[in-house]
């Protein structure tokens, strides 16, 4: 992900809004991208206007560094800054449905790391489904490659000192609702094949280069 500073821009999608139909129609996207993710956007640049020594950092030092942050600007950050990290990376690891499956050093890492593509899957699914209330489910590498699965609250990130994000899956009602109203496992489960396994490979190599 590109290191940018405030103010911060909606990034467009890298699809077409119904790119990822039938799995999440462009309705669901019109909303998340156009107004959740926008929401999150302007409030985050809201609050730095009013801090020029914050407007230097990247999202991910700012997420990194909340202890150290204003206490008046640290709750707004971690929930908005939190949730323009997360919306971005979510809509970016996505592409259409076309049972994509994992390539290259990834595939290799899922294998090592869970025992095969199903039980990862299992597990991935049980992180998302497990989670109480709004939050996200990652796949995250460490800096040697070693992959794991967490699942966070809000819009809170994983210890990104620690931790890159390959892919997440957002489980706020907001991201499945008017499809799947409360079936957030027939959410996840059909999320699985909306993985982007060649740009999470890419983030794989990156993370430990
Ligand atoms: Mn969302």
Do not use: C
């Not at 899956?169 to 982007?196: G, K, T």
């Amino acid at each position: 992900m590109k290191e940018e500073t405030y103010p911060f821009v909606v990034r467009p999608l890298p699809y077409e809004y119904d790119a990822l139909s039938p799995v999440i129609d462009g309705e669901t996207m019109h909303f998340h991208h156009d107004k959740h993710y926008k929401t999150y956007v302007d409030n985050l640049n809201n609050t730095l206007a009013d801090y020029p020594e914050l407007q230097k950092m990247s999202l991910k030092e700012l997420l990194m560094s909340l202890e150290n942050l204003p206490a008046s600007a640290r709750t707004s950050v971690r929930n908005n800054g939190g949730g323009v990290h997360n919306h971005e990376l979510y809509f970016d690891a996505m592409k259409g449905p076309v049972g994509q499956e994992p390539v290259g050093a990834l595939a290799e890492a899922v294998k090592r790391d869970f025992g095969s593509y199903q039980q990862f899957k299992e597990q991935m699914k049980q992180a998302a489904v497990t989670q109480f209330g709004s939050g996200w489910a990652w796949l995250l590498t460490d800096a040697e490659g070693k992959l794991s699965i967490q699942q966070t609250a809000n819009q809170d990130v994983p210890d990104l000192s620690l931790y890159t994000p390959i892919f997440l899956v957002d489980i706020w009602e907001h991201a499945y609702y008017l499809q799947y109203q409360n079936r957030r496992p027939d959410y996840v489960e059909s999320w699985f094949d909306l993985i982007n396994w060649r740009k999470a490979q890419k983030r794989y190599e990156e993370a430990m280069a």
